[in-house]
């Protein structure tokens, strides 16, 4: 089934942390739900607080739909063996808006470019198979305003489409603005726009 082009896949909440164990070092995975870059570097700062013996916490996120953005990061590793491999996983369960990060606690066994790129990608792959994962719908918003005689016809409209008020202001003028799918945005705002009592914008 092709997927709708106004989805997209994201995680619920924050995941459990899960364990991973190779050649006695330890990776502890985690993955966040992330709006903004900004938001990445506390994240980060609190596992490096929570694994104060951890010698590298790599990570990797990817943020946005239409034209997202990502980042990878090895914190130290050797180059592309950490946040790639990582960031590869959330291209595999086709996310975004999410921060995925693996803190890794040496355990004096070097595991090689190869060991590493394969431990740091499986941390990742059982973090996010262990995320609840969910389905987002992209929206638009529209402002309406009206007169307060229109409200029955604008009301009857917003239902009849079971679209979202996000807020009212409900005066002489009225002002709502609903939130709309982005696949139907065009068709619903020139709906709309047949009413010609009804100020619309976007």
Not at 14 to 28: C, N
Not at 70 to 81: L, V
Not at 156 to 166: A, C, D, N, T
Request: glycine share 6%; with cysteine; proline share 2%.
């Amino acid at each position: 089934m092709e997927k709708a082009s106004d989805t997209y896949k994201t995680i619920a909440k924050a995941s459990d942390e899960i364990l991973l164990k190779e050649k006695k070092s330890k990776f502890y995975g985690y993955a966040f739900p992330i709006k903004h870059e900004e938001e990445v570097k506390d994240i980060i700062e609190n596992l490096k607080a929570k694994h104060p013996s951890a010698n590298h916490v790599c990570y990797a996120w990817q943020i946005g739909v239409e034209n997202p953005t990502y980042r990878a990061n090895d914190d130290g590793e050797p180059n592309n063996t950490a946040g790639m491999p990582i960031y590869g996983q959330i291209q595999s369960f086709d996310l975004t808006n999410i921060l995925v990060a693996v803190a890794r606690i040496f355990g004096g066994t070097k595991l090689g470019v190869g060991g590493l790129i394969s431990a740091y990608r499986e941390a990742a792959k059982l973090t996010l198979e262990n995320s609840t994962i969910k389905e987002e719908i992209l929206q638009k918003q529209i402002t309406l305003r009206f007169g307060y005689e229109e409200m029955d016809i604008v009301m009857r409209f917003i239902k009849k489409h079971q679209l979202e008020i996000i807020s009212q202001e409900m005066h002489l003028r009225c002002k709502i603005v609903i939130s709309v799918r982005q696949s139907t945005f065009e068709q619903t705002k020139k709906s709309l726009e047949t009413y010609h009592k009804i100020e619309v914008s976007t």
